[in-house]
């Protein structure tokens, strides 16, 4: 039987309640796919295949990529 894996409630946070440097409304989730969209040339099928690590990391670790991505 396939493993099944939950996904981190935080990807549905919104940016300012997850960042104090934040202000944003935007999810997680949103805000990451945006950036991906943005650095490859909107192309869906890679920023798909880029979100889909998020989807079994923990809090800690989508926190600290978001920090490296995200906080100019």
Do not use: C
Request: proline share 3%; hydrophobic share 35%.
């Amino acid at each position: 039987m396939a493993e099944i894996v939950k996904e981190s409630p935080f990807l549905n946070l919104q940016m300012s309640e997850g960042f104090d440097w934040s202000d944003s409304t935007v999810p997680v989730r949103d805000a990451l796919w945006n950036y991906y969209m943005e650095n490859n040339g909107h192309d869906t099928n890679a920023t798909e295949k880029d979100m889909e690590k998020y989807l079994t990391m923990s809090e800690d670790d989508i926190k600290s990529d978001v920090e490296k991505l995200l906080h100019k």
